[in-house]
């Protein structure tokens, strides 16, 4: 079954630390992929997509993802945190030119920043 | 341009109850997805709308139905209300619709407690 899988729950990072957020999907062709922020009491933000080309995306406030075909991770980074960055984080995939594709999230990191 | 826009933001209802709750999209966006959030299960698709069709269901039983009208704003409908079916419930709108890896706009979602 296809599956988008965050092995972290919750990660603790100290202020100016750097980050990295994992995800791993299981699918046959090469998803879209997604990444995206929701802050207590929101919906959610769009950090940054990969469709295809360049395996490193810019996104906005900071953040990169890298996608790695041979490990069907796309593993998102930030140099260095910044308080206002504690939120959860969701990685999501939709099949690539399906017909009826349905964006799946996994199941969100949660990140909490020390001062 | 205003965001995705949905009403009411919190609600209490009673088992066995219905509720409806409603979705703006963004200007101009004919897909509209809804999402049902909880914290053991995460994020659950629960269909999606483009040009009043719906386009793809998730797995949520009969009770959960939805419609999109021609000005693409939309409602979902929950009959006899469960206590499981208390959740935040996300509407996000979409120009392109997810099959075709378009951006999802989420609203702050409809926060619905069944008692």
């Known amino acids: 079954a296809q599956s988008v899988t965050q092995p972290d729950i919750h990660i603790t990072v100290s202020e100016g630390a750097s980050l990295e957020l994992r995800c791993n999907y299981s699918?046959?062709?090469?998803?879209?992929l997604f990444w995206y922020v929701q802050s207590p009491g929101q919906g959610l933000q769009l950090l940054l997509k990969?469709?295809?080309?360049?395996?490193l995306v810019q996104g906005i406030k900071g953040f990169e993802a890298e996608f790695k075909r041979s490990q069907s991770s796309f593993n998102l980074r930030k140099p260095s945190v910044h308080w206002s960055d504690a939120a959860e984080y969701f990685c999501?995939?939709?099949?690539?030119?399906?017909?009826?594709?349905?964006?799946?999230f996994g199941k969100g990191t949660k990140l909490s920043v020390k001062p | 341009k205003a965001g995705v826009t949905q009403t009411p933001r919190y609600l209490i209802k009673t088992r066995g109850q219905q509720v409806t709750l409603s979705c703006s999209p963004i200007?101009?966006?004919?897909?509209v997805s809804w999402y049902q959030q909880t914290p053991g299960q995460g994020l659950q698709f629960l269909f999606e709308?483009?040009?009043?069709?719906?386009?793809n269901k998730g797995n949520f039983p009969g009770r959960f139905s939805g419609r999109q009208f021609s000005n693409s704003r939309s409602e979902m409908n929950v009959s006899t209300l469960e206590l499981g079916d208390s959740a935040l419930y996300l509407c996000?709108?979409?120009?392109?619709?997810?099959?075709?890896?378009?951006?999802?706009?989420f609203g702050e979602g409809s926060r619905l407690t069944v008692l």
């Open positions: 709308y483009f040009s009043e069709t719906q386009r």
């Open positions: 200007s101009g966006h004919r897909s």
């Open positions: 999501a995939v939709v099949l690539y030119g399906g017909s009826q594709g349905n964006l799946i």
């Open positions: 990969y469709f295809s080309g360049d395996t």
């Open positions: 996000a709108s979409s120009l392109l619709g997810t099959h075709a890896g378009g951006e999802l706009f």
């Open positions: 699918y046959g062709a090469t998803p879209y």
